[in-house]
C-alpha cells in the first residue's frame, strides 16, 4: 500500500508517530462498526485530504490483519459524504469531485446544511460513525477528543477524529512526504480553506511583487502553523460580497456590538493575595481596563492556588460573563494550576500543545521539568495561542477565558495593549462606547440623602448611581455612570434639584 510505504520509509520520527496513532484510531473504529455503518465527511480541504488516504491505509491494514487481502490493492468501500454548498471555492469542488473519481469513492452529495442532511442521511443509512479531519485548533474541535459523540441536537452517531492531534505541520509532511494531489488553492497562499465569503489566501506568505497581482507562496511554506487562518476573515453575506472583506471586517462588528453591553469577570488565583502578604495589584488594573473600553466588570474574585476552587469559579464565571479574565497561578511550579483548572472547568484534559512548547524553548531553552515542558500542557481542544510580535509568549484563550501571564502592573499593561491590538477589530475585546461620569461631593448626610436618591435610581435605571465614604467624618462621594453622557448630566442636575443650591460639589 503505497502510503503505508511512504511512511514507513521516511526518516520523519514524529511523522510516523502521528501516522501510526491515526492508523491505530481508524483500526479501532473499523473494529467496532461494520464497514456499512461507517462514513468519511470529505470536502476536498487539506485535512480530509489528509484522512482520505490514512482512512485507505487504515482499511487496507484492517484488511490485511483480518487475512481478508493478501496484500493486494483493494478498493475503498467506506461511503463518503461532502456538503456541497454554493459558496465553495470551484476549486475545492472540481478537487473534491476528481478525487472521488480518482479513488472510486462512494459519493453522497448533500446540498442542505449539515445537519438536517445528516439527519435525512442517518435515517436511511445504518451509518453509526463519522471520520472528520477535524484538528485541534480548530474552532470545531472544541471538547473533542478522538472518539466524540455527536452533540445534543444533532443525529445520534460518533465522530472519529483520527487526526485531532496533528498539527499544521503534520499535515504538510503528510501530503508532501506520500506525494499526494490537494486542491491547487494551497499552491496559491490558501492556508485554510471555508467559504468564497470568508477566505482569502494569507497574506503572511505574500510575496511582493511589482506586477499589480499579490503572488503568494504555497501553503506548506507556512513556516509558523498557528497563523494557518490567517486568510479567515469575518464572514460576509453574500449580498456583501461585493466589499472587500477585509476593510469591512471589524466596522460591522463594531457597529452591531456599540450598544451591547459587554461584561467581564476577573479571576485572581493568589493564597498570598488571601493571606494579605502581597497586595493585589492586577485585579483593580483589570477593572480598570475594562471600564476604558466600556466594558462592565460584574465579578472580581481572587481565589486559592488550589484546583476545584479555580475550576469552581471559572465555571460560575464563564456562563454569566462575555469574558473571564484569569491572572496568577500560571507557571511550572506546584502552585501554578490555573491550566489545569481552566481544563477541569470546560471538562477537558491537559494536553502537550507543541506551538506553545515552541515559544517557550526559545524563552527558557531545554530547562524544562521533566520529560516535557510542564508549562506547554493546555486545555485540549479549547485553546487558542494569541500572539503579539511584542509578546514572548502567546496569550491563552480558552473558549471566553483568557489567561494572562502578567505578575505586575507593568507587564499587565503591556499584554493588555497587545490584547486591545489583537482582537479588538474582530470582536471578542471590542471597544464598545466608553462610560461617562460625574462625582459629586455632599456634606449631607446618609440618612438625608437615602431616599432622594433612592428613587433618582428609579428615574434613571440606565444609569449606575453609587455612594461611598473615604472617612466616616468625611463627606459622602455620589458617582454616576451611563453610557450616555446627557443622561448622567440629566442625573446630577436632578439629584441637586431635590436639595437646596450649593449642596453638593462636583469633583474628578
Ligand atoms: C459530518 C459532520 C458532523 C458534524 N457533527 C457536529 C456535531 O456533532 N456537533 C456540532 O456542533 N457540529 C457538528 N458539525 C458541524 C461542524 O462542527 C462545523 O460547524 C462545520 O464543519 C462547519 O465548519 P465551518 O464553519 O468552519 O465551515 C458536523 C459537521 C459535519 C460535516
Ligand atoms: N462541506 C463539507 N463536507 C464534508 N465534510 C466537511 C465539510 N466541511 C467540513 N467537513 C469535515 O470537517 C473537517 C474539518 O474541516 P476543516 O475546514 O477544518 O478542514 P479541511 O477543510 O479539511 O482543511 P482546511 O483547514 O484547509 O480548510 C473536514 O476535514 C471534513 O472532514
Ligand atoms: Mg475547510
Known amino acids: 500500500m503505497e502510503i503505508d510505504k511512504a511512511i514507513r520509509e521516511s526518516d520523519d520520527k514524529r511523522l510516523k508517530t502521528k501516522y501510526n496513532n491515526a492508523i491505530y484510531v481508524i483500526k479501532r473504529a473499523l473494529a467496532l462498526y461494520s464497514i456499512e455503518e461507517v462514513a468519511f465527511s470529505f470536502n476536498g480541504g487539506k485535512d480530509s485530504t489528509v484522512l482520505l488516504h490514512l482512512l485507505r491505509a487504515g482499511y487496507f491494514l484492517h484488511r490485511v490483519e483480518q487475512s481478508c487481502s493478501n496484500g493486494v490493492q483493494i478498493d475503498f468501500p467506506i461511503r463518503t459524504i461532502y456538503f456541497e454548498s454554493t459558496s465553495v471555492f470551484p476549486e475545492i469542488n472540481t478537487f473534491t469531485y476528481d478525487t472521488s473519481k480518482t479513488y472510486g469513492l462512494q459519493m453522497d452529495i448533500i446540498r442542505t446544511d449539515f445537519k438536517s442532511g445528516l439527519e435525512a442521511l442517518l435515517k436511511s443509512k445504518p451509518i453509526r460513525a463519522i471520520f472528520l479531519g477535524v484538528r485541534i485548533g480548530d474552532p470545531t474541535a472544541v471538547g473533542q477528543e478522538q472518539f466524540s459523540p455527536s452533540s445534543p441536537g444533532w443525529p445520534p452517531f460518533m465522530r472519529v477524529n483520527p487526526i485531532l492531534d496533528w498539527s499544521y505541520r503534520d499535515v504538510w509532511a503528510f501530503l508532501l512526504t506520500c506525494t499526494v494531489q490537494y486542491c491547487s488553492l494551497y499552491d496559491q497562499g490558501y492556508t485554510s480553506i ?8 494569507n497574506a503572511l506568505l505574500s510575496i511582493s511583487s511589482t506586477s499589480s497581482k499579490e503572488k503568494f507562496k504555497p501553503a506548506y511554506l507556512l513556516p509558523d502553523g498557528r497563523l494557518e487562518r490567517a486568510g479567515r476573515v469575518k464572514k460576509n453575506s453574500p449580498l456583501d460580497g461585493t466589499r472587500s472583506p477585509a476593510v469591512n471586517n471589524g466596522l460591522d462588528s463594531v457597529n452591531s456590538h456599540k450598544n451591547r453591553m459587554f461584561t467581564a469577570s476577573v479571576i485572581g488565583v493568589g493564597d498570598e493575595i488571601l493571606f494579605g502578604t502581597v497586595e493585589d495589584q492586577l485585579g483593580p488594573l483589570l477593572c480598570k481596563k475594562l471600564h476604558s473600553i466600556g466594558w462592565m466588570t460584574s465579578r472580581s474574585t481572587v481565589v486559592r492556588n488550589d484546583i476545584d476552587s479555580v475550576a469552581e469559579e471559572v465555571d460560575r464565571c464563564k456562563s454569566v460573563s462575555d469574558l473571564v479574565f484569569l491572572y496568577g497561578g500560571v507557571g511550572p511550579l506546584h502552585s501554578d494550576v490555573t491550566s489545569a483548572s481552566v481544563a477541569k472547568a470546560f471538562g477537558v484534559r491537559l494536553a502537550p500543545d507543541e506551538e506553545f512548547e515552541e515559544f517557550l524553548r526559545h524563552l527558557i531553552g531545554d530547562h524544562c521539568t521533566g520529560d516535557r515542558n510542564e508549562m506547554a500542557q493546555l486545555p485540549e481542544g479549547i485553546t487558542e495561542l494569541l500572539h503579539h510580535e511584542k509578546l514572548p509568549v502567546p496569550l491563552i484563550k ?38 461617562s461620569s ?17 428613587k433618582l435610581c428609579l428615574e434613571f435605571p440606565d444609569l449606575y448611581i453609587g455612594c461611598f465614604r473615604r472617612s466616616r467624618q468625611g463627606p459622602l462621594v455620589i458617582s454616576f455612570e451611563g453610557k450616555d453622557p446627557s443622561r448622567v448630566q440629566a442625573g446630577v442636575e436632578a439629584l441637586c434639584k431635590k436639595f437646596n443650591a450649593g449642596a453638593f460639589s462636583e469633583v474628578n
Do not use: H, M
Not at 471555508?194 to 489566501?201: A, L
Not at 471590542?430 to 462610560?435: D, F, G, L, M, P
Not at 459629586?440 to 437615602?450: F, G, H, I, R, W
Open 398 to 435: 480558552c473558549c471566553n477565558v483568557i489567561v494572562l501571564s502578567a505578575t505586575n502592573a507593568t507587564e499587565l499593561e503591556k499584554q493588555w495593549d497587545c490584547l486591545i491590538e489583537l482582537t479588538g477589530s474582530d470582536g471578542f475585546l471590542v471597544t464598545i462606547e466608553s462610560y
Open 438 to 454: 460625574k462625582r459629586l461631593t455632599t456634606n449631607l448626610t446618609d440618612v438625608e440623602t437615602a431616599q432622594p436618591l433612592s
Open 194 to 201: 471555508g467559504s468564497i465569503y470568508d477566505t482569502v489566501p
